[in-house]
C-alpha cells in the first residue's frame, strides 16, 4: 500500500503541474493559427495542397483537444491540492503512490481503479 504524500512531495507536484499548464497554454497559443478554416480558393491554393492543408488542421485541432483534455485534468488537480485532496484516489480513497504521480502528476485514481 502506498504511503500518504508529504508536504515536500506535494510542493514538487504542484510545481510540475503549474509548469506543465504554463507549457500547454504557451503550445495552444502557438498552435492557434493551424486550426484556423482552410481557405476553398482553387486559385490560390492547388488540391494537394489544400489536402495537406486540411490534414494538418485536422492533426492541430487533435492536438487541441488532447492539450485541453490534459488542461482541465491539471486543473482538478490544482483543485484536489488546494482542497487538501490531492495524492488520494477519487475513486476507492486510497493513496495514490507517488511514483505514479511523479508519472503523471494529475492522476485521480490509483494503479487498482485505473486499471
Not at 483534455?69 to 488520494?88: F, P, V
Amino acid at each position: 500500500m502506498a504511503l500518504e504524500l508529504s508536504a515536500t512531495q506535494i510542493d514538487i507536484l504542484h510545481k510540475r503541474l503549474l509548469d506543465r499548464q504554463t507549457e500547454l497554454k504557451a503550445l495552444d497559443a502557438e498552435a492557434a493559427s493551424w486550426r484556423n478554416t482552410v481557405e476553398l480558393d482553387q486559385q490560390s491554393v492547388g488540391r494537394l495542397s489544400r489536402m495537406d492543408a486540411m490534414q494538418q488542421q485536422e492533426m492541430a485541432q487533435a492536438e487541441a483537444r488532447r492539450r485541453t483534455s490534459d488542461l482541465a485534468r491539471i486543473e482538478m488537480a490544482l483543485k484536489r491540492i488546494g482542497l487538501n485532496e490531492y495524492g488520494w484516489c477519487t475513486e476507492c480513497g486510497d493513496p495514490v503512490a507517488f511514483r505514479r504521480l511523479e508519472i503523471d502528476p494529475a492522476a485521480a485514481l490509483c494503479i487498482d481503479c485505473a486499471r
